[in-house]
């Protein structure tokens, strides 16, 4: 069965620190992969996402980056936080063929 | 852009009731939509996966329908209980299983 790991599951880092986050997607091949940030009585934000191995679409010009170095590996970065990036983020893969979506736990970052 | 906006934002009901959720989309260009359930502080789980052909979808004591011409879909659960207390939230996808949410609607089945 498919499983998605997402780690850390909370973070607190000062502003103009460096971040990643890391996610994986056991058990499937070639999956579609999504970042999304939740905010505070926000809906959810899709980031990033990604069809395959080095292919990274952006939907909101931010402070992130996304990088997908191996097919079921997704990492989210910044260079430098600001404290707007602070909420609760969420990995998730689908299959490619407009399939059913399954997240991850989720990352709660807090900047300071 | 797809704006998806549902109805109630909160909802209280005592254990037992039968309650719709409501999910309205302003494209209807979609390929599919999702209903899921967060619990405080958790991930999203998958509910039911509406396709854009099909007009409901059916799992255990939750229905849901679909009225794409319409941007509409409603989420049916019968015989609430404490455990179905959580934030649903409904997400129309389109290309490259995008997936568009809104703030949902947060459910408390009261004991």
């Known amino acids: 069965s498919q499983t998605i790991h997402q780690w850390p599951a909370t973070l607190v880092q000062p502003v103009g620190s460096p971040l990643s986050l890391e996610c994986t997607v056991e058990?499937?091949?070639?999956?579609?992969l999504y970042w999304y940030r939740q905010a505070a009585g926000r809906g959810l934000q899709l980031l990033f996402y990604s069809v395959g191995i080095g292919q990274i679409s952006s939907e909101v010009p931010q402070n992130l980056s996304a990088s997908r170095p191996q097919d079921r590996q997704f990492i989210l970065s910044s260079k430098k936080l600001l404290l707007s990036d602070s909420g609760f983020y969420l990995c998730?893969?689908?299959?490619?063929?407009?399939?059913?979506?399954?997240f991850g736990q989720g990352t709660r970052l807090t900047v300071v | 852009k797809q704006e998806v906006t549902q109805i109630p934002a909160a909802l209280s009901v005592p254990e037992g009731e039968n309650l719709v959720l409501n999910c309205s989309f302003t494209d209807s260009a979609i390929y599919n939509l999702q209903w899921f359930r967060q619990d405080p502080g958790k991930g999203l789980t998958s509910l039911l996966l509406?396709?854009?052909?099909?007009r409901e979808q059916t799992s255990g004591r939750l229905n849901a329908s679909l009225d794409k011409s319409s941007g509409r879909s409603t989420l049916y659960i019968a015989a609430s209980q404490p455990g179905d207390s959580a934030t649903y939230l409904c997400a129309p996808g389109t290309g490259a299983n995008n997936l568009f949410f809104g703030t949902g609607t947060r459910l408390t089945v009261i004991p």
């Open positions: 058990g499937t091949s070639n999956p579609n």
């Open positions: 509406i396709q854009s052909s099909q």
């Open positions: 998730a893969w689908a299959g490619q063929l407009n399939t059913e979506a399954f």
